[in-house]
């Protein structure tokens, strides 16, 4: 295992320095992968054109919707396809990622974005965060049940859940779902070269790449491959093509998602797919054999691990807006972005991917425009910490106090009440379940004007929550604010049509003598 190879100036991260001889020509098949995807974006369109025109479609074909069949038992399209991916892996290689994943076809597009503007971003290696994809799939597909196995709770019963008519309900909303986009398909490509998200954040990716091991199916060489180099320099995936088939006659490094793009652009027509042997069998030979370099050291590594773990509490589920794989690119993006950090001020001169950041000692515009904003969003991430390290403990408390009784509860319930209105005051965006606690708690402690202002603050930044709308109806009817109660419940039926007890409680209000 070879050092990281930092350089006398800690440059980051290495180049992947290989002999290239001759001209690269374009990759044909990159044309029909291209084509793939746009189809795939088409027949999301059509899926939710469909929903919008009768109301009702099949569920979201995602392999995330699986989530739903370990936790509830729906077994959904979602479900379905992500099993009969992982069947085709096994037997064909990762292909999916390569010519039908939406995550990668946004990743292309800021790799072809970036050499657009000839910058061609290197592969950040690193020995620990290639295990955050593992870690996710684990949290995502494996822990829910094991914590309910743990817990001795049965095991939900499995019924078909193929249609729905509320198609975005396990999505984010569209500025949140932007927001993914430019960070995981854009943003740590730029950071960590292509395929980035694939290698240091994808869950999905850690399963295909499991099952990859296994396949017949690899990129394979013939005698006459004479080492050009020029299916390492196509290849998106991060992997040097010419060395693995000198080394084993296939490509054997899970990661290569058969885009096929080596296969095209061989000037001797030496590459080709084919059959052969799985490479989860030659595992120990692989070790051996590759050549290994990281661009960080092992104490880098083991505050890098632990600077993601703590972004990752600080930013998933943040406001209640930010989703786990969001999360797991930000939380990428600070690990990074301190080792980035800790060089810049540690050397005299310091680059990273194309962008020269110190000179002589003294800091480039760009190294400038770094050193601004990188404390400024470590600082952003150390916040969003705190406010959920408030709001979870103000959460524990309350429902430690559901089971107590006496003085004890009321302790209990003063102390969380003291710390979700620390994360309400500091936090940077109002959250509706956080009003909704807060005012559930002063309206138990008598302080109803109080509670109410809470409720009405929950349904104006989350109209979509139930309870705020009923709670908020009942304070005012037990001030006799009959008229304005009526208003409100008329206001929760037409924020959410199917809200049956806020509709049965206003067909008693104007039914009501007058």
Known sequence: MSAPQT??????????????????RASLRSRWRLLSLVIVH???????AHWKITGSTLTPVEPSEAMQTLELGHVNAGFILFVILILATLVLGRFF???????????????WLLGKLRIRPRPVRSRLLVFIPFAAAFYMFVWPSLARALSD???????YHLTTEDYWQTFPGLWIGLLTIAIDGFLVVYLLGAKGFCTYGCPYGAFFGIADRFAIGKIRVTDDCEQCGHCTETCTSNIRVHEEVAKFKMVMDSNCMKCLDCVSVCPKNA??????????FSLGTVRKKKRRVYDFTWPEEIAMAVVFTAALYAWRGLYEMIPFLLA???????AIGMVLLWRLLRF???????????????????GAFFTLVTPLYLVLTAHSGAVQLEAREGERLLLAAEVAEGSERED?????????????????????????????????RGELLEAEEQMRIATQVAPDLRTPWIELSRLLMERDAWDEAERVLEGAVASDPDHALAQDWLHRLQSRPR
């Open 7 to 24: 350089g006398k100036f800690g440059q980051l991260p290495t180049p992947d320095r290989h002999r290239i001889r001759g001209n690269v």
């Open 42 to 48: 088409l027949a999301a369109a059509i899926h939710i």
């Open 97 to 111: 990622c390569g010519w039908a994943c939406h995550v990668v076809a946004y990743q292309d597009a800021a790799a």
């Open 153 to 159: 709770q049965a095991m939900p019963s499995v019924v």
């Open 271 to 280: 590459l080709y797919y084919g059959k052969s042997k799985p490479s989860f």
């Open 328 to 334: 797991v690119g930000l939380a990428v993006i600070t």
């Open 348 to 366: 005299k001169e310091f680059s990273f991917q194309h962008h020269i950041l110190r000179r002589g000692g003294r800091l480039t515009r760009a």
């Open 412 to 444: 209990l319930i003063a102390g969380s009440l003291a710390h979700l209105q620390r994360a309400e005051s500091w936090g940077l965006v109002p959250v509706g379940g956080l009003h909704l606690k807060i005012g559930s708690i002063l309206r138990e």
